[in-house]
């Protein structure tokens, strides 16, 4: 069975979580591997979910937001934009690639453009395979452990990486 | 100023006389032109109609041998011009003609990449020497001379890409810096008959006689061009005109060749004395 | 209806949690396994009933809700249909009636979101089962919260004085709410006080209008302020605080009653200036009125033109000739601040450029009109008093007019403009009375929907004006035969008749379209409203809530909204001012309790949060060292909350909790 990415999205309510429902309502098909949580502002999303839904498995985040100068609160999504752009430094440090995290602008109207986005992107994460960061962090744990017990133990200090 | 220069057959054959008067024009500007080397056929007209990916890759040729030098290409023929545009962009929008033609071009060790821009003389003349730079050449200008500006259809449809695509205005201003006074021609972008003078004359002698008809009617003493096929037709085919419809006896020259005349340069070496209706009318009062 | 129910028993510490999946009739249950998502729901922690459904929001299904609540003694809810944009209120007040706090429930979008979006069932059920656990997840961790209710002033601000915003004011004054109507031309009126007559019953605009118009002017309830523009706009719904500029007309409102001596005393003895409200076919002074209608009848100065303000020279007998002192050459802008609670945009729209369709010829040749022009043209009081006549006085005998002039047209306007079949029918009917010309429409469909419009067009087709179906390709002064000598050409190719014609005419009238106002992008962003693709001011459900923006408190009104005719423009305007009402006569406005707070204790007082709140809702009590916000102010954006890094801010109904745990659901196995 082929890859299904598994993605997490956050719509802001005002203009793409409207564009996701005006999606529905025109009847446009898309991929079905994302799922969105709503917050009332792009200007919520903390970094801190978008690394905490990797941490739980995702293999994309996508954010969404209103266009610059759209903000339904004047000027969240431009807080957004700041940082986000300091998360995607995070994230390459982290070896999640880019395409993984997108942060869209996706106004009201733009259902059509849902469509486009999330096409695009379950595309992409496709192509770039599973990220399994929960099982990354076993891998790292387990490695933790083995060198937690190595230096506990009376064993020489010399040791081959582990990987 | 330096520009890499795509002749195309036309320029070699029955365009000679716009070969001529175009390089001769650029030379006297100080615009060098470096003809592209080994070119071949743009891959407009037959090749279209049988098998477009072969067209692109003809087309494909002349664009990857350009892309060598990061020059501008200068396509003075009006289907040289939109063939390779047409090229560039279905090799930009469509993947799998990309793919086919890369192929056919790695064979002959070639690289396409899409860097270079294919322009039409008027675009270089108007937007890069300017036309206050132009104006300053004129030495004797074309003063009591009337024009009907005739573009054809090549240069704005379907990529209309410097200038209106309904009106379009560039020859006029370039007639207009040389001194000569053009005539309000609505038939500016009007089909010449193309192929079909040709194919189906009965077609194609009626669509240049149109033309021919109201840029006399308009008073003008010469219908300017910048296209080989569109003074082919109209200069060619006046003899048939003339059976068929009436004679109109209109001199049909190139943009360069009357902006070369107000440069000073000599009939001779502008080609005019090429044509078949002959074009001595644009020569009085020198 | 399966029963995933029996006797469930509770293990400790979770809250008893109901579950409920909609059928939508076939909208969901036709792509998502709603028994089989139930089931699956049943076995979540927490989860005591687990129930699908045919119409959750139908009035059994919220009685079951409220009965299950009682029955099962539930502490959350969650409830899995459509958008919560449609019916999260409704269960909300489920909630409630079971006597459960309305916030301790959480809706699932299984709909819009997935059943409508996706064709794989076995997909949609999945994700649908996903969005339940990640509402089950988060619901635990709802705190329960009340609606604050703040109160609503009366007042009413009308932006736009044509048709739209006149019946919108009206009616809202004579329901007995105090009205300021800002229109930004020197008198109200709007397009439709430069028409002659409306289509299909032929009756004079001006006739139904002006009454409507002196209306607005006299009446108690209404301040009118014309030649002014709002540039500003502060607070939410109930509570807007508005600046407006009224830009100075040199001539002081209140002392002009519109006698015109000044017109005749001015230094110009001639009109010689272009009047744009003629369309630029009659000429004015620098001091003028647009019409004799004009509301308020009050002459302006046009400071470009008039010789005072160009040299500072004039002998000013205008302002000699005004017994009453009302000219005032140096009035200045004036800015003025109102208070209201709700707010009605019907600013209108323009008419596409012809310019932009250059093959038509308009700007080129003197023969091709706009139909703005000729509206002006075949109206009585306009620039010939009624004569069809030429640039150049000749009277036409043959005029052509091409339908969808930068509509329905791929490469300027995509969208019909509704109105220019029916007002290029009008046109054509008065050109031939007026004229007697031979009269051409050149269409691609006739769209007469509405009441009488058929009827109408059926009569024109039995005056004797002409139909050609066909999109003309180029109007051209080329001629091919000695009768088109001196015509405009138009050709076309005749789609019914199968060949390409040539029709040749004297005048050639361009049906333009309708298009968004050239600064509707700022005048939405000014309101905090929002734009469709094309530029038309976005209602907040194309049926159901036409009148409504998703800025509660501002309502739209006419053509703004999108191109339409009179009477809709009129229905619309009527509809705005009833849900303006509503808002008003409710007395109160409950708000979303999504407000953030600072939990005291953990504010470490580093500020951060401060400058990010763009309500400056955000202050630091300096005498504490802690952040406080007011949550009055605050409209629940949550900025400062993702901000915060001692995560002391908390956004009621997003606090961290609850994303991390629908996190946790959306992913979870």
């Known amino acids: 069975m082929s890859f299904e990415p598994k993605i997490v999205a956050f719509f802001c309510n005002w203009c793409t979580y409207t564009a996701a429902d005006l999606a529905g309502v025109s009847r446009l098909k898309y991929a079905p591997n994302v799922r969105v949580i709503r917050v009332m502002c792009s200007g919520r999303v903390d970094p801190q979910f ?23 609160y004047a000027e969240g999504n431009y807080k957004t934009l700041r940082r986000m752009r300091m998360l995607n430094r995070m994230l390459k440090d982290m070896g999640i690639e880019d395409g993984r995290f997108r942060l869209e602008w996706i106004s009201g109207a733009e259902g059509e453009k849902v469509k486009v986005t999330v096409n695009d992107m379950v595309a992409k994460v496709r192509a770039l395979g599973p990220l399994d960061m929960p099982g990354k962090f076993k891998e790292w744990d387990k490695e933790i452990e083995e060198l937690e017990a190595h230096v506990n133990s009376d064993a020489p200090t010399e040791v081959a990486h582990a990987r | 100023m330096k520009y890499l220069y795509f002749p195309g057959c036309s320029l070699k054959g029955t365009g000679k006389a716009y070969e001529e008067s175009l390089l001769a024009v650029f030379r006297a500007l100080g615009v060098e032109l470096k003809e592209i080397d080994d070119w071949n056929c743009c891959g407009a007209t037959a090749y279209m109609s049988v098998d477009e990916a072969k067209s692109y890759a003809l087309a494909g040729r002349n664009l990857a041998i350009a892309e060598r030098e990061e020059l501008d290409v200068i396509a003075p023929c009006s289907a040289c011009y939109l063939g390779l545009n047409k090229a560039q962009k279905s090799l930009q929008d469509h993947p799998e003609i990309r793919a086919r033609v890369t192929k056919a071009l790695a064979a002959a060790g070639l690289e396409y990449h899409g860097k270079v821009k294919v322009r039409h003389p008027l675009d270089v003349l108007i937007n890069d020497v300017g036309l206050d730079a132009i104006a300053k ?53 009007r089909c010449c008959g193309g192929s079909l003078t040709g194919t189906v004359p009965e077609v194609g002698l009626r669509l240049a006689y149109i033309i021919l008809k109201e840029a006399k009617k308009r008073g003008a003493e010469a219908v300017v061009t910048v296209c080989p096929l569109c003074q082919f037709n109209l200069d060619g085919y006046q003899d048939q005109i003339a059976r068929k419809f009436e004679a109109v006896d209109m001199p049909v020259v190139y943009f360069t060749q009357v902006l070369g005349l107000a440069m000073g340069l000599s009939a001779d070496e502008l080609g005019l004395k090429r044509s078949i209706i002959s074009a001595d009318v644009v020569l009085a009062g020198r | 209806m399966a029963d995933n129910n029996a006797n469930k028993q509770q293990p400790n510490g979770l809250p008893r949690i109901g579950f409920y999946i909609c059928h939508c009739g076939s909208n969901i249950a036709g792509t998502i396994d709603v028994a089989d998502v139930a089931k699956y729901a049943a076995g979540l922690p927490g989860v005591v009933v687990s129930r699908d459904y045919k119409y959750m929001c139908s009035d059994p299904g919220q009685e079951m809700i409220a009965q299950d609540i009682r029955e099962h003694k539930l502490e959350r809810l969650v409830v899995a249909a459509c958008s919560p944009n449609l019916h999260e209120e409704t269960f909300r007040k489920a909630a409630a009636k079971g006597g459960l706090n309305s916030f301790f429930f959480q809706m699932v979008n299984i709909r819009e979101h997935a059943s409508w979006v996706h064709e794989d069932k076995k997909a949609a059920t999945a994700k649908a089962k996903d969005l339940a656990r990640a509402a089950v997840y988060r ?69 139904i209008l002006t009454p409507k118009m002196s209306a607005v002017k006299s009446h108690p309830n209404i301040t009118l302020w014309t030649y002014s523009e709002v540039s500003k706009v502060e607070g939410y719904v109930g509570n807007y605080k508005v600046t407006v500029k009224r830009k100075p007309r040199y001539v002081i409102e209140d002392l002009c009653v519109g006698c015109m001596e000044c017109i005749d005393a001015c230094v110009f003895k001639e009109p010689k200036f272009a009047d744009k409200f003629n369309q630029g076919l009659g000429k004015r002074k620098p001091v003028y009125i647009d019409f004799p209608q004009a509301t308020p009848k009050v002459v302006m100065i046009d400071p470009e033109t008039c010789i005072q303000f160009k040299t500072g020279k004039c002998k000013k007998s205008c302002a000699e000739a005004c017994d009453r002192k009302a000219i005032d050459f140096d009035q200045k802008e004036e800015v003025k601040e109102l208070q209201v609670g709700a707010i009605i945009l019907a600013t209108g729209f323009k008419t596409f450029d012809a310019k932009k369709e250059p093959h038509y010829g308009y700007g080129k040749y003197p023969g091709v009109f706009t139909a703005l022009e000729i509206e002006r043209l075949v109206n009585a009081s306009g620039p010939t008093s009624g004569e069809v006549v030429l640039r150049d006085g000749k009277h036409p005998k043959a005029v052509g007019i091409i339908h969808c002039v930068g509509s329905r047209d791929e490469k300027t306007n995509k969208w019909c403009s509704r109105v220019c079949c029916m007002y290029s029918l009008k046109l054509a009917h008065l050109i031939k009375e007026h004229s007697g010309a031979e009269v051409y429409n050149f269409y691609i469909d006739i769209r007469a929907a509405g009441k009488a419009y058929e009827e109408f067009y059926d009569k024109l087709l039995s005056e004797g004006v002409h139909f050609i179906r066909g999109r003309v390709a180029e109007v051209t002064d080329w001629a091919m035969t000695p009768e088109e000598e001196g015509k405009l050409v138009l050709r076309v190719e005749d789609t019914l008749a199968g060949f390409v014609r040539r029709v040749p005419v004297d005048m050639v009238v361009l049906a333009t379209g309708l298009e968004p106002q050239a600064d509707a992008q700022e005048v939405r962003r000014r309101f905090n409203i929002g734009c469709g693709n094309e530029g038309f001011f976005q209602e907040r459900h194309p049926k159901l809530a036409p009148v409504n923006t998703f800025t509660d408190g501002i309502f739209i009104a006419g053509a703004c909204q999108s191109p339409k005719d009179i009477p809709d423009t009129v229905a619309q305007a009527g509809a705005a001012a009833a849900e303006a009402l509503v808002l008003i006569d409710a007395g109160h406005v409950e708000l979303e309790p999504n407000t953030s707070h600072v939990v005291e204790e953990e504010c470490c007082g580093c500020k951060s949060c401060v400058p990010l709140c763009p309500y400056t809702a955000i202050t630091f009590d300096e005498a504490k060292k802690k952040a406080v916000i007011n949550e009055v102010i605050c409209k629940g954006c949550g900025v400062c909350a993702a901000a915060c890094p001692s995560g002391s801010i908390r956004q009621n109904l997003f606090e961290d909790e609850e994303i991390f745990s629908e996190i946790e659901g959306v992913l979870g196995k």
């Open chain 2, 137 to 189: 050449r004129i030495k004797s200008p074309l003063k009591g001379h009337k024009f009907a500006p005739y573009y054809g259809c090549q240069i704005v449809r379907p990529f209309a890409s410097f200038d209106d695509q309904y009106d379009p205005k560039t020859m006029d201003k370039l007639l207009a810096a040389a001194g000569a006074e053009n005539v309000t021609f609505p038939l500016k972008t």
């Open chain 1, 50 to 72: 978008v690394m905490d839904a990797f941490a739980k498995g995702a293999d994309g985040v996508l954010l969404g937001g209103c266009h610059p100068g759209d903000c339904h």
């Open chain 3, 139 to 207: 619901v635990r961790f709802h705190k329960a919260l009340e609606k604050q209710q703040v109160p609503v002033d009366p007042n009413v601000l009308v932006v736009g004085g044509g048709i739209a915003g006149i019946h919108a004011a009206l009616t809202l004054a004579n329901a007995g709410k105090k009205v300021t109507l800002v229109e930004r031309e020197s008198t109200i009126g709007g397009h439709m006080a430069a028409f002659d007559k409306t289509f299909p019953t032929l009756d004079c605009a001006a006739c």
